[in-house]
């Protein structure tokens, strides 16, 4: 049974920073290709960061609104991808999920992705 769960959000102020992470059990990260997405109120979920499979080609950022502002990174001794993001603004704000994708390639497309966390809220005040 694959399980997954965000952690590390919270409210900041515009111009920080946080790193979420997510713990991952039941599935092998050298299957899967393992993303960030997010959704604000009212909008449809988007692509954030994305590593694949061999941890050698990570998509740092999908959205330009987001560039050269997360990273993504995985550790495999203890199960958790996390994203790090800096210089937050207040349109960041939504709910964070991480989500597994079978094959180990890296998509923007929410329905490549057979496995998702609850999600965790990130709340960037302005």
């Known amino acids: 049974q694959v399980q997954m769960e965000e952690s590390g959000g919270g409210t900041v102020q515009a111009g920080g920073s946080l790193r979420l992470s997510c713990t991952v059990a039941?599935?092998?990260?050298?299957?899967?290709?393992m993303g960030w997405f997010r959704q604000a109120p009212g909008k449809e979920r988007e692509a954030v960061s994305c590593?694949?499979?061999?941890?050698?080609?990570?998509?740092?950022a999908y959205a330009a609104a987001l560039e050269g502002r997360v990273a993504t990174s995985r550790d495999s001794a203890e199960w958790t991808v996390s994203l790090q993001m800096t210089r937050l603004r207040p349109d960041d704000t939504g709910v964070y999920y991480c989500a597994a994708a079978r094959g180990g390639y890296c998509s923007d497309s929410p329905s490549e992705y057979a496995f998702w966390g609850p999600g965790t809220q990130v709340t960037v005040s302005s």
């Open positions: 590593i694949d499979y061999r941890s050698a080609r990570t998509t740092a």
């Open positions: 039941g599935l092998s990260f050298r299957e899967y290709a």
